[in-house]
């Protein structure tokens, strides 16, 4: 696409809120990086909660960390750029350790990467020997390795339910583990740090054991916010990220991975008002794409971290060749055998509000 072009994409969808110059200046580097994408064989993977003028102009794919997962693997590429925050690119150089992976930020981190560590997978490895141990994807490589399977927000219960064993570690999402406890019906424990805490029995009075890791994102979302948009707006559809907590998700009217609530937007009347409780620039991107639809702009929480990927960082990875994803080998091999047994599981298993009312 030739700058001309971009910028009138740019503005058809972005035009309501973005002032023009802005706009012009944003089509002129979308396009410097799609001059780049072709002399270095690139693709673009850009995540949903990427900046509206990003997500809506360079990625070749977009969609939520699962499809992300699923494109990275089969990428006929030299180079992955991920538009998304570390351990994503880290996932995309799981599965493509000949491609170059870079990541368009400095850090770009997760609260919920950074929440566990592989020797606190270990430790845990100890107090339940034998027990299987799912990690959520938002973890690094050597967590992952440390692990038997992935799961995305969009695999979750379908991956708890696949795994023929009385119980199972789940981490390190305290809320996730507590939604996907409920929606499959298994009691969950929060074990400590030491082990002397711990009291795993002979007869097992639990099903998953969760760790205390949290989105600094969707923990802030209240069930009052949406209290007060039911209201507000009689009739509004309110949609919840599973990294909210639980009650969260039994107030509102669909949970799910970030891809099943763009397509649960798509699906509804014209004229519908929603309300994400998610991170904030998915919102615009939905409102840019769906212009019969109208968002509630009341919660509005941005990650910081999905907040350093920008089109100056995309187009400055690709000239410069940085911020490259290296792995050491053996991590690599058994993290890949985690992601693997994730990407055997089906897409199925999204979150079916069976246990809310979607009245809070
Ligand atoms: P999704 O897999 O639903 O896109 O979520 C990723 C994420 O980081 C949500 O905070
Ligand atoms: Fe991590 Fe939360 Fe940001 Fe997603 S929104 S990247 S879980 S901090």
Redo the contacts with the bound molecule.
Sequence with gaps: MTEEQIYEKLKNRLGKIMPDFELREKAKIAAEIEVLKKERNAVILGHN?MEPALFNSVPDFTGDSLELSRKAADADADVIVFCG?KFMAETAKILSPDKTVLLPAKVAG???ASSITAEDVRQLKKQFPGVPVVTYI?TYADVKAECDMCCTSGNAKAVVESLDSEAVIFLPDEYLAKNVALETNKRIIFPTHEPHDAQPSDVLDYQMIGWHGK????DQFRVEDIENARRQFPGVKVLAHP?CPPEICQACDFTGSTSAMITYVQDQPTGTKFLLMT?CSMADNIAAENPDKEMVSVCSVR?P??NEITLEETRDALKYNQQIIELDEDVRVKAKKSVDRMLEIGPSGTFSNAYGDGKS
């Design positions: 909660y925050v997760c609260s919920l938002n989105c600094e994102v969707h990294e991170e990650c971290h999905m």
